[in-house]
């Protein structure tokens, strides 16, 4: 039954939230979401060009006005490379799990104060099966790297062509980049996945759902926005 509500979650997914309502399942699609993440971290790692990093890293140092040299650069570089081979997987792992206890607990906390009725356990459910599209397709990118061999960040952020920040080059128009790459396909299929499956679960109408959900992911693409305008 587990099973069949993990795969309902992309197939039919009132079905499968009717479903978790009753039976708070997690445990397969916690497990899929924390191998797709450590899997993901493994394998990016691995296929990131470093001397395009290198690159950029020296330019963006000149602007602010603190060159480096190319052997200072390839020694910063090389222990980042090092380090996220050895343990960039593992960090994967725990930060994925960490965020998604968070996010259960922010969602249930705030359904709480519309007066929703439901366990914290109830909440996770949701939330790691709400995000399984977002899952899928950092899988999906994963292995698309995997056949294209070495990439930049930038490449790497654009793989499944899944959202429109393809239409701006991130280091001219960072800000705008985490607008539109904020539009992802994935992303706004999880994003209708939580909006209804809270619906179901705390029995409130799907405007007050989508009420709380939407305005958890403004404030987070205004957050994103934020950080791009500081990294530039």
Known sequence: MEFKTFLDTFISPRDAFNVLKEKNYFIIALIFTLLV???SAFIFTRHINYKEVKIKMMERMEKAGRPITEEEADSMLEKQANFGKKFGHFFALFTSLIVLLFLAFIFYLIFKLTGADFSYKASFSTTVHGFLPSTASSLLGSLILLKKGMVTYEEAGNLLY???GFLVEPEKS?????????????SL???????YGFSV???KKIKTSAGVIMSLWILYILIKILFAGFRR
Do not use: A, E, K, R
């Not at 960072?174 to 396909?185: E, I, M, R």
């Open 37 to 39: 993440s450590t899997f």
């Open 201 to 203: 679960i705390s029995g």
């Open 189 to 195: 299929w999880s994003l209708g996945l939580l909006v």
């Open 174 to 186: 960072p800000q705008l980049y985490s607008l539109l790459s904020s539009l992802d396909f994935f």
């Open 162 to 164: 899944s959202h429109l």
